[in-house]
């Protein structure tokens, strides 16, 4: 049994602790509300793109020249994992899930025979995947110093992705990332991001409301320069829309986490309390014994 | 009194400006162009410079684009930019800036591919410091 002094201890740092994850919570709380603002500020300019794509991409239908950004290489013999996760922990199992969904994938295209290579953008991620994959992980490219994510750190990490396909490093590249449902659940995701054509059809948020295919546009420059400019373009867009998706998915998943942390300290004070009650009153009774029976010997 | 025109202006961040326009005038890689009320449908990639909007309540917004596409359709007309200041919050500096960045590009390109693209970054860019130069008087 642990001693008075000793109980007492354990609940000053338990309590302590208690205002930290409080503290926390309240801070991912309030991050929460910004990032949520930012991915939803973000939407429009997605939806809108896909909308302009999918008009693109019905003139360009069937024909041979098409960029290989959208139709794909021919190929699916090498694979790139692009893993976005977060730069610190302590926000649950939301890193952790996103690692897990993208080892489960590496580790059947592995058996499928086919070639891996992962990108990380976030530490948490690079960590958790760096034991098993380590001669496999290309690069890890991180955001600490960021405070919010712009469209200038989603461009960087599209520059990079593309320079990679353009030294045929890869013929298709999944994104994973966690989408934001609600602040108790962020469902790990992945998405296809080369060649995009699969891309655009399979998310059905990005498909727009008013795709007229029956319109003949006009175009200036011609389409295949538009394309150029619109495909990598939408690849940093969808990077964009990612990461903004796993800053409200992080904040939500650690504000949970750290209410419940907060919760279980709540719980164990009180029974570290109770028990310092009861052998304090022990440590009375026994002293009182000690003098009755010390009274009544004489 | 101009037919009014869906008008949107999107950029990564945000949906900058929305509303119905009689006029707007768009920098497109191959030259100016006026878009009014029943255009025929249009797309077409922006270089970097100032469009210029009359709404139609006659306000009229001037906006610093830098990349991005016109899509003029039957249902309206949506611009996406890549990044985008209201003219009057442009800071000097920080196009100067972005003058100099690319400037330094053209100097560090290794192949002549790059050079050139850098090159003509360059002198966009320096259009349209011209062109604000000039906007502001």
Redesign the interface.
């Known amino acids: 049994m642990a001693s008075l002094k000793e109980l007492r201890n354990r609940i000053a740092s338990v309590k302590a602790t208690q205002k930290i994850t409080k503290a926390m919570q309240m801070v991912a709380a309030a991050k929460l509300r910004k990032a949520q603002l930012a991915a939803e500020a973000a939407r429009p300019y997605s939806a809108r793109m896909a909308t302009v794509l999918a008009n693109i991409s019905s003139a360009m239908e069937g024909r041979d020249d098409a960029p290989k950004l959208m139709i794909g290489t021919g190929k699916a013999d090498v694979h790139l994992l692009l893993v976005a996760t977060a730069e610190r922990g302590l926000c649950g199992g939301f890193n952790s899930s996103i690692a897990r969904l993208a080892r489960t994938k590496a580790r059947e295209l592995k058996a499928a025979g086919k070639e891996v290579k992962i990108l990380c953008v976030g530490k948490k991620g690079f960590d958790a995947l760096k034991m098993e994959f380590g001669p496999i992980l290309l690069d890890l490219i991180t955001f600490r110093e960021v405070r919010q994510i712009g469209f200038a750190q989603a461009n960087e990490v599209g520059d990079r992705v593309l320079q990679l396909f353009e030294e045929e490093a890869f013929d298709v590249c999944t994104l994973y990332y966690s989408e934001f449902q609600s602040v108790i659940s962020q469902i790990p995701t992945e998405q296809q991001i080369i060649p995009s054509m699969t891309a655009s059809n399979d998310d059905e948020e990005t498909t727009g409301p008013d795709v007229s295919p029956d319109v003949s546009y006009e175009y200036e420059p011609d389409e295949e320069e538009i394309l150029a400019d619109l495909l990598p373009r939408n690849i940093a867009v969808q990077i964009f829309r990612a990461l903004l998706e796993n800053g409200a998915s992080e904040q939500g998943a650690r504000m949970s986490a750290m209410d419940n942390a907060t919760r279980n300290a709540g719980e164990m004070i009180d029974k570290l309390t109770l028990s310092f009650n009861r052998q304090r009153q022990a440590q009375i009774t026994k002293e009182l014994i000690e003098i009755i029976s010390g009274a009544e010997a004489l | 009194m101009a037919e009014p025109l869906a008008f ?1 202006l ?6 900058v400006l929305s509303g119905e326009a009689s006029e707007v005038v768009v920098p ?3 030259g100016y162009f006026t878009v009014m009320a029943n255009h ?6 922006l270089k970097p410079g100032v469009v210029e909007v009359k709404m139609a309540s006659g306000e009229e917004k001037q906006i610093f684009v830098r ?1 991005g ?1 016109a ?1 003029v ?3 309206g007309f ?1 611009l ?1 930019a ?2 985008s200041v209201m003219l009057e919050e442009l800071d000097m500096k920080d196009l100067d800036q972005q003058i100099q960045n690319a400037s330094e590009d053209v100097g560090d390109a290794d192949t002549d591919e790059k050079k050139a693209k850098a090159q003509a970054m360059l002198s966009q860019l320096e259009e349209c410091r011209d062109a604000i130069n000039q906007a502001r008087g």
């Open positions: 949107e999107v950029s990564p961040e945000a949906l497109g890689t191959e025929a449908p249009l797309m077409s990639t990349g596409f899509d359709s039957p249902s949506t996406l890549e990044q």
